[in-house]
């Protein structure tokens, strides 16, 4: 029998993995962290905000920098973290980089009463997308909308065959206090999944979908983008899927150190470096994905030892 969630008893996480591998993660320093890469999983550290952010940064413009018109490709991005957005446009319009070729995958959006929020909506992804990064960019340089593919209840379809259309460099993304990319949660415990959780080849299987998000995805986006007021975050949300992620050539994870805990950085390298695959920890699915890499702002990385304020 494996264990009953400690925060919410209706679904899976990481609080029902075995308490050896929980201590063993929670150990780790940062001395420790190029001692977890092995081959198809690195890891870069940065001493400073500007220089990870920067780093974040150059990875769209190499990656809009490779498209061309008869050979399309594109980066997959989050909301989360979104500090590097403001510096992709800045660098493109100073340094006149012609991405008009280029293509643009968002990673994932709210769901409200069966359709996803428009623009509108101050908690919108695309919305922040446009404003932090593509309505930045001149005109002589950007890439038409058409170029932009953003999740949509009624296209999940045609924009998880985009996957197949455009090479995707670089799926970009935080992670989440669940341990996930996109919006990629652990499941409920509910029907089949009620007293084991899905194996990694049966997660492996989800595409771009519409899901319930866990209750600690909840509270995470209060805490990072509302103040912590809960009852304004929806509880659902459109998502790119493992899928579309197995899809994407490289899978790069950001740890600015804000939007998962010092705890959750190290568990999901812990698990990525020694091969161990478990759906109550999305991220260690990227187990078997062929290129991760982690990478983390050094000085936010904490401690999991015990500090009483």
Not at 28 to 34: A, F, Q, S
Not at 122 to 130: E, G, Q, T, V
Request: contains cysteine; proline residues 6%; glycine residues 6%.
């Amino acid at each position: 029998m494996r264990n009953v969630s400690k925060v919410a008893k209706d679904w899976w996480d990481y609080t029902t993995l075995d308490t050896e591998l929980l201590d063993a993660a929670a150990r780790i320093t940062v001395k420790d962290l190029p001692k977890l890469q092995r081959s198809g999983f690195s890891i870069k550290l940065y001493d400073t905000r500007e220089s990870f952010f920067l780093a974040e940064a150059l990875e769209y413009i190499q990656a809009f920098s490779a498209s061309s018109a008869d050979d399309p490709k594109g980066l997959c991005g989050p909301i989360g973290p979104t500090e590097q957005l403001p510096l992709v446009a800045q660098m493109i319009n100073e340094l006149e980089i012609d991405v008009r070729d280029a293509h643009f995958w968002g990673m994932d959006e709210w769901v409200v009463d069966g359709k996803e929020v428009d623009g509108t909506h101050p908690l919108s992804f695309k919305r922040a997308d446009m404003e932090l990064l593509f309505n930045r960019i001149d005109k002589r340089f950007r890439m038409p909308d058409s170029h932009l593919h953003f999740p949509s209840v009624e296209g999940l379809a045609d924009y998880s065959a985009s996957f197949d259309q455009v090479k995707c460099l670089v799926m970009q993304g935080g992670q989440g206090e669940t341990k996930h990319w996109a919006f990629n949660d652990p499941v409920q415990r509910t029907g089949s999944y009620a007293q084991d959780p899905p194996t990694p080849a049966e997660y492996r299987k989800l595409a771009a979908r519409v899901l319930e998000i866990h209750p600690m995805t909840m509270i995470q986006n209060a805490r990072t983008s509302g103040g912590g007021v809960v009852s304004n975050i929806p509880s659902h949300a459109v998502t790119v899927g493992p899928v579309e992620t197995w899809k994407s050539e490289k899978v790069s994870i950001w740890h600015p150190g804000w939007h998962d805990n010092p705890f959750g950085m190290r568990l999901s390298a812990y698990m990525l470096s020694h091969r161990i695959a478990d759906a109550t920890v999305p991220m260690s699915l990227l187990s078997d994905h062929p290129q991760v890499e982690f990478h983390y702002l050094v000085p936010n990385f904490g401690t999991c030892t015990v500090e009483m304020h």
